[in-house]
Nanobody, 123 residues
Framework: QVQLVESGGGLGQAGGSLRLSCAAS????????MGWFRQAPGKEREFVAA????????YYADSVKGRFTISRDNDKNTVYLQMNSLKPEDTAIYYC????????????????WGQGTQVTVSS
């Protein structure tokens, strides 16, 4: 099992920045690709970003490309999501996820999920 705990959510302003963190435990962190998903009220959960096990290839949803950056620190067992140029439509619960393959997450799936952290962007 992999346990994932998100932090860093909260209230941001349009045009501003927030950084989410996700601490992993339970299995060897570097054996897993990591990702972020989000679910807005009344909508289905959607893929946001993923990063490969080595931290090399990264993948982004079109809606966040150029604004969000995913990164990981394998020594700290932590993955980050830097969110810049925030928009009100970024308001959602953000979930950290872990899977053997980043590609799987780009298709909406994942083996492990965190509990989520709320991000609210005011206009």
């Amino acid at each position: 099992q992999v346990q994932l705990v998100e932090s860093g959510g909260g209230l941001g302003q349009a045009g501003g920045s927030l950084r989410l963190s996700c601490a992993a435990s339970g299995r060897t962190f570097s054996n897993y690709a990591m990702g972020w998903f989000r679910q807005a009220p009344g909508k289905e959960r959607e893929f946001v970003a993923a990063i490969s096990r080595s931290g090399g290839p990264t993948y982004y949803a079109d809606s966040v490309k150029g604004r969000f950056t995913i990164s990981r620190d394998n020594d700290k067992n932590t993955v980050y999501l830097q969110m810049n140029s925030l928009k009100p439509e970024d308001t959602a619960i953000y979930y950290c996820a872990a899977d053997r393959l980043a590609f799987i997450m780009t298709k909406g799936g994942s083996d492990y999920w965190g509990q989520g952290t709320q991000v609210t962007v005011s206009s």
